[in-house]
């Protein structure tokens, strides 16, 4: 392998190791985990407390618990998509 090579798996391996360390350790354990933009533990944790709202508020006929189900639900959609930050990265603050 040229130097340029490994130069560039160092610089690959030590972004990984920066931005996932948990799961760069379970690789070394011999126990692959998701990456950090497939783990979708706390957006199931919001959808389903969304969806609790949601139909309290429908259930007692309460407009803000209603409205509060359904923004929740929204945040909770965006929280699925593993490209989420990337597209926060891309797009340049506006200059006023």
């Known amino acids: 392998m040229s130097l340029s090579d490994d130069r560039r798996l160092t610089e690959i391996e030590t972004r990984l190791h920066r931005e996932d360390p948990e799961f760069v350790r379970s690789f070394t354990d011999g126990r692959p985990l ?49 490209h989420r930050r990337a597209r926060a990265r891309r797009c340049p603050p506006s200059g006023s």
């Open 34 to 82: 998701r990456p950090r933009e497939y783990r979708y533990h706390r957006a199931w944790l919001l959808l389903c407390v969304a969806l609790g709202a949601l139909a309290t508020g429908v259930f007692l006929a309460h407009g803000l618990l209603i409205a509060a189900g359904l923004v929740f639900a929204g945040v909770a959609g965006e929280l699925f998509d593993p």
